[in-house]
Protein backbone atom coordinates (compact mmCIF):
# COMPACT_ATOMS: atom_id res chain seq x y z
CA UNK A 1 0.00 0.00 0.00
CA UNK A 2 1.39 3.50 -0.87
CA UNK A 3 0.58 6.43 1.45
CA UNK A 4 -2.40 8.73 0.47
CA UNK A 5 -1.24 11.81 -1.08
CA UNK A 6 -2.29 14.83 1.00
CA UNK A 7 -1.25 18.75 0.25
CA UNK A 8 2.30 19.52 2.43
CA UNK A 9 0.29 22.85 3.71
CA UNK A 10 -2.57 24.71 4.31
CA UNK A 11 -3.02 28.29 5.46
CA UNK A 12 -6.20 30.53 6.12
CA UNK A 13 -6.61 33.10 8.52
CA UNK A 14 -8.95 32.96 11.59
CA UNK A 15 -12.67 32.97 10.52
CA UNK A 16 -11.85 31.24 7.22
CA UNK A 17 -12.97 28.16 5.88
CA UNK A 18 -10.19 25.66 4.68
CA UNK A 19 -9.83 22.54 3.07
CA UNK A 20 -7.08 19.41 2.98
CA UNK A 21 -7.58 16.92 0.50
CA UNK A 22 -6.45 12.99 0.83
CA UNK A 23 -5.94 11.49 -2.55
CA UNK A 24 -5.87 7.77 -2.92
CA UNK A 25 -6.20 4.96 -5.45
CA UNK A 26 -10.24 2.71 -6.48
CA UNK A 27 -8.47 0.42 -4.16
CA UNK A 28 -8.61 2.50 -0.88
CA UNK A 29 -9.93 5.85 -0.96
CA UNK A 30 -12.41 5.15 -3.36
CA UNK A 31 -13.48 1.51 -1.99
CA UNK A 32 -13.32 1.96 1.51
CA UNK A 33 -16.02 3.50 4.10
CA UNK A 34 -13.17 3.61 6.51
CA UNK A 35 -11.95 6.74 6.08
CA UNK A 36 -10.18 8.84 8.79
CA UNK A 37 -8.35 12.06 9.97
CA UNK A 38 -6.42 12.56 13.00
CA UNK A 39 -4.73 16.07 14.49
CA UNK A 40 -1.44 16.43 16.00
CA UNK A 41 0.07 19.08 17.62
CA UNK A 42 3.44 19.22 17.57
CA UNK A 43 4.98 16.56 20.22
CA UNK A 44 1.39 15.12 21.02
CA UNK A 45 -0.26 11.81 20.11
CA UNK A 46 -2.91 12.02 17.22
CA UNK A 47 -6.31 12.72 17.80
CA UNK A 48 -9.06 11.29 16.25
CA UNK A 49 -11.31 14.03 14.04
CA UNK A 50 -13.17 11.79 11.68
CA UNK A 51 -14.41 8.47 11.37
CA UNK A 52 -16.30 6.76 9.00
CA UNK A 53 -15.48 9.47 6.06
CA UNK A 54 -17.77 12.18 7.96
CA UNK A 55 -18.80 11.03 11.58
CA UNK A 56 -17.57 13.16 14.34
CA UNK A 57 -16.44 11.61 17.88
CA UNK A 58 -17.96 13.03 21.23
CA UNK A 59 -16.04 16.24 21.88
CA UNK A 60 -14.79 16.88 18.52
CA UNK A 61 -16.16 20.45 17.34
CA UNK A 62 -18.87 20.78 14.51
CA UNK A 63 -16.58 23.14 13.01
CA UNK A 64 -14.42 19.92 11.39
CA UNK A 65 -16.24 17.61 8.81
CA UNK A 66 -15.37 15.46 6.40
CA UNK A 67 -16.10 14.35 2.77
CA UNK A 68 -15.12 11.84 -0.23
CA UNK A 69 -15.94 12.32 -3.57
CA UNK A 70 -14.20 9.27 -6.13
CA UNK A 71 -10.79 8.39 -5.09
CA UNK A 72 -10.38 11.97 -3.18
CA UNK A 73 -11.47 12.67 0.52
CA UNK A 74 -11.41 15.90 2.25
CA UNK A 75 -11.46 17.38 6.32
CA UNK A 76 -12.74 21.16 6.01
CA UNK A 77 -12.57 23.24 8.75
CA UNK A 78 -14.65 25.66 9.06
CA UNK A 79 -13.60 28.92 11.52
CA UNK A 80 -10.49 28.29 11.96
CA UNK A 81 -9.01 29.25 15.13
CA UNK A 82 -5.73 29.58 16.66
CA UNK A 83 -5.64 26.06 18.14
CA UNK A 84 -6.41 24.56 14.97
CA UNK A 85 -2.58 24.82 13.67
CA UNK A 86 -1.49 21.37 13.52
CA UNK A 87 -0.56 18.29 11.28
CA UNK A 88 -3.50 16.74 10.07
CA UNK A 89 -3.47 13.22 8.59
CA UNK A 90 -5.80 11.27 6.71
CA UNK A 91 -6.47 7.17 6.97
CA UNK A 92 -7.68 4.69 5.04
CA UNK A 93 -8.24 0.60 5.95
CA UNK A 94 -8.65 -1.78 3.33
CA UNK A 95 -7.95 -5.49 3.63
CA UNK A 96 -7.25 -5.11 7.24
CA UNK A 97 -4.06 -3.20 6.48
CA UNK A 98 -4.28 0.96 7.75
CA UNK A 99 -2.37 3.32 5.60
CA UNK A 100 -2.23 6.94 5.95
CA UNK A 101 -1.59 10.16 4.28
CA UNK A 102 1.80 11.53 4.31
CA UNK A 103 0.19 14.31 6.75
CA UNK A 104 -0.54 18.90 5.95
CA UNK A 105 0.42 21.06 8.25
CA UNK A 106 -2.71 23.79 9.35
CA UNK A 107 -1.33 27.13 9.31
CA UNK A 108 -3.19 29.79 11.01
CA UNK A 109 -2.43 33.32 9.58
CA UNK B 1 -9.56 7.17 32.27
CA UNK B 2 -8.88 5.64 29.05
CA UNK B 3 -5.67 5.06 28.97
CA UNK B 4 -2.37 3.21 27.04
CA UNK B 5 0.83 4.09 28.32
CA UNK B 6 3.67 2.69 25.94
CA UNK B 7 7.66 1.16 27.62
CA UNK B 8 10.13 -0.04 25.91
CA UNK B 9 12.07 1.96 23.76
CA UNK B 10 15.46 3.21 23.88
CA UNK B 11 18.72 3.15 21.47
CA UNK B 12 20.02 -0.08 19.94
CA UNK B 13 22.61 -0.84 17.50
CA UNK B 14 21.29 -1.79 14.30
CA UNK B 15 20.72 -5.63 14.00
CA UNK B 16 19.91 -6.27 17.63
CA UNK B 17 16.64 -6.32 18.91
CA UNK B 18 14.09 -4.69 21.31
CA UNK B 19 10.37 -5.22 22.78
CA UNK B 20 7.84 -2.78 23.47
CA UNK B 21 4.94 -2.54 25.28
CA UNK B 22 1.54 -1.06 25.99
CA UNK B 23 -0.61 -1.00 29.23
CA UNK B 24 -3.98 -0.21 29.11
CA UNK B 25 -6.30 0.61 31.30
CA UNK B 26 -9.90 2.51 31.54
CA UNK B 27 -11.68 -0.11 28.96
CA UNK B 28 -12.23 -3.85 28.50
CA UNK B 29 -9.37 -4.42 26.74
CA UNK B 30 -10.26 -8.21 25.40
CA UNK B 31 -13.08 -6.61 23.53
CA UNK B 32 -10.23 -4.64 20.94
CA UNK B 33 -7.95 -4.59 18.07
CA UNK B 34 -4.81 -2.83 18.72
CA UNK B 35 -2.43 -1.79 16.33
CA UNK B 36 1.06 0.15 16.38
CA UNK B 37 1.73 3.06 14.45
CA UNK B 38 5.34 5.02 14.54
CA UNK B 39 6.63 8.33 13.51
CA UNK B 40 10.40 8.71 12.44
CA UNK B 41 11.68 12.19 13.22
CA UNK B 42 9.84 14.83 11.27
CA UNK B 43 7.91 12.42 9.10
CA UNK B 44 4.74 11.25 8.95
CA UNK B 45 2.69 8.68 10.80
CA UNK B 46 3.19 5.10 9.54
CA UNK B 47 0.72 1.84 10.36
CA UNK B 48 2.87 -1.00 11.68
CA UNK B 49 0.62 -3.69 12.88
CA UNK B 50 -2.69 -4.79 14.09
CA UNK B 51 -3.74 -7.90 16.15
CA UNK B 52 -7.70 -8.60 16.64
CA UNK B 53 -9.22 -8.38 20.05
CA UNK B 54 -8.53 -12.33 20.90
CA UNK B 55 -4.86 -12.57 19.21
CA UNK B 56 -5.98 -14.54 16.21
CA UNK B 57 -5.30 -11.81 13.73
CA UNK B 58 -2.27 -10.01 12.87
CA UNK B 59 -1.03 -8.48 10.12
CA UNK B 60 1.60 -6.14 9.29
CA UNK B 61 3.01 -3.01 6.96
CA UNK B 62 5.22 -4.56 4.19
CA UNK B 63 8.03 -2.89 6.27
CA UNK B 64 8.45 -4.24 8.98
CA UNK B 65 7.02 -7.76 7.74
CA UNK B 66 8.88 -10.87 8.99
CA UNK B 67 10.85 -8.55 11.56
CA UNK B 68 8.30 -7.49 13.76
CA UNK B 69 5.92 -9.62 15.66
CA UNK B 70 2.75 -7.90 17.59
CA UNK B 71 1.35 -9.92 20.18
CA UNK B 72 -1.22 -9.37 23.30
CA UNK B 73 -1.68 -10.84 26.99
CA UNK B 74 -5.46 -10.06 27.94
CA UNK B 75 -5.15 -11.25 31.00
CA UNK B 76 -2.54 -8.77 31.42
CA UNK B 77 -4.13 -6.22 29.67
CA UNK B 78 -1.23 -5.79 27.25
CA UNK B 79 -0.29 -5.44 24.05
CA UNK B 80 3.69 -5.88 22.62
CA UNK B 81 5.49 -5.39 19.89
CA UNK B 82 8.45 -7.34 19.36
CA UNK B 83 11.40 -6.19 17.25
CA UNK B 84 13.91 -7.90 15.74
CA UNK B 85 17.15 -7.40 12.59
CA UNK B 86 16.48 -3.53 13.67
CA UNK B 87 17.72 -0.90 11.12
CA UNK B 88 18.10 2.96 11.43
CA UNK B 89 15.13 3.17 9.83
CA UNK B 90 13.04 1.76 12.12
CA UNK B 91 13.90 4.94 14.32
CA UNK B 92 10.76 6.69 15.47
CA UNK B 93 8.14 7.24 17.86
CA UNK B 94 6.05 4.22 18.68
CA UNK B 95 2.87 4.37 19.24
CA UNK B 96 0.00 1.99 20.70
CA UNK B 97 -3.48 2.84 19.32
CA UNK B 98 -6.93 1.10 20.12
CA UNK B 99 -9.27 0.69 17.68
CA UNK B 100 -12.73 1.81 18.10
CA UNK B 101 -15.44 -0.88 17.63
CA UNK B 102 -16.78 -1.34 14.36
CA UNK B 103 -15.15 1.82 12.79
CA UNK B 104 -11.25 0.87 11.75
CA UNK B 105 -10.19 3.94 13.56
CA UNK B 106 -8.10 4.63 16.37
CA UNK B 107 -10.00 6.74 19.17
CA UNK B 108 -7.06 6.32 21.75
CA UNK B 109 -3.19 6.76 21.58
CA UNK B 110 -0.44 6.32 23.86
CA UNK B 111 1.95 8.79 24.74
CA UNK B 112 4.53 6.98 22.45
CA UNK B 113 7.94 5.01 23.16
CA UNK B 114 11.06 6.41 21.46
CA UNK B 115 12.75 3.74 19.54
CA UNK B 116 16.32 4.67 17.97
CA UNK B 117 18.45 2.82 16.06
CA UNK B 118 22.79 3.61 16.16
CA UNK B 119 25.51 2.21 16.08
Known amino acids: ?9 VSGSPGQSITI ?6 SDVGFSYYLSWYQQHPGKAPKLMIYH ?12 SGSKSGNTASLTISGLQAEDEANYYCSSYTSSKTVFGGGTKVTVL | QVQLVESG ?3 VQPGR ?7 ASG ?24 I ?9 ADSVKGRVTISRDNSKNTLYLQMNS ?34
Open chain 1, 53 to 64: VSKRPSGVSNRF
Open chain 2, 27 to 50: FTFSDYGLHWVRQAPGKGLEWVAV
Open chain 2, 86 to 119: LRAEDTAVYYCAKEAYGVAAFDIWGQGTVVTVSS
Open chain 1, 21 to 26: SCTGTS
Open chain 1, 1 to 9: QSALTQPAS
Open chain 2, 9 to 11: GGV
Open chain 2, 17 to 23: SLRLSCA
Open chain 2, 52 to 60: SYDGSNKYY
